[in-house]
T-cell receptor, first 111, second 113 residues
């Protein structure tokens, strides 16, 4: 199993641009999550999903959108990128809310 | 708001046991204690969790006090690869928003040769 994979690993965006961060898991987990981590801080939950077609907001959802059309994929969309969205983004998955497995992260810089 | 309190940093000599404390004085009866760690620049890694009994797995041991207001994560023989930020998290088992992890700043453990 590859576990949780994320693409791209790094990205630089200009202010106002948009992009999609990809996340895929091959463990048949129901739950998937998106977190962001700012320098020196803990992770903050952006969005989560309890199954295909079901998503909900986390602590910091503004400026982001998600969709969950399949069990495996949970893309995160950034519209109109702002410098405040410069961060490391982690995707995670779990089986019915138990221990979460994290991907390697995407480092995003908005300038 | 974070429900746990951890020291900001700790040092440990390689080969010795690392004991990482966590206070969670407001823990509810249905909340579990979870430990994750994050090695520099990587995604967090699950270590162990427990409700009220002590737990042990191949990575670590978790000791929870009888009143459940505090716990200690024990790495029995710390290696340089155990240098990481360790997060203590309390959460309800299962799904929904109550099952989401809330990360604080954790304890930065430095294992020294």
């Amino acid at each position: 199993n590859a576990g949780v994979t994320q693409t791209p690993k790094f990205r630089i965006l200009k202010i106002g641009q948009s992009m999609t961060l990809q996340c895929t898991q091959d463990m048949n987990h129901n739950y998937m999550y998106w977190y962001r981590q700012d320098p020196g801080m803990g992770l903050k939950l952006i969005y989560y999903s309890v199954g295909a077609g079901i998503t909900d907001k986390g602590e910091v959802p503004n400026g982001y959108n998600v969709s969950r059309s399949t069990t495996e994929d949970f893309p995160l969309r950034l519209e109109l990128a702002a410098p405040s969205q410069t961060s490391v983004y982690f995707c995670a998955s779990s089986y019915i809310g138990y221990e979460q497995y994290f991907g390697p992260g995407t480092r995003l810089t908005v300038t | 708001d974070a429900k746990t309190t951890q020291p900001t940093s700790m040092d440990c000599a390689e080969g010795r046991a690392a004991n990482l404390p966590c206070n969670h004085s407001t823990i509810s009866g249905n909340e579990y204690v979870y430990w994750y760690r994050q090695i520099h620049s990587q995604g967090p890694q699950y270590i162990i969790h427990g409700l009220k009994n002590n737990e042990t797995n191949e990575m670590a041991s978790l000791i929870i006090t009888e009143d459940r207001k505090s716990s200690t994560l024990i790495l029995p023989h710390a290696t340089l690869r155990d240098t990481a930020v360790y997060y203590c998290i309390v959460r309800v088992e299962g799904g929904g928003s109550q099952g989401n992890l809330i990360f604080g700043k954790g304890t930065k453990l430095s294992v020294k040769p």
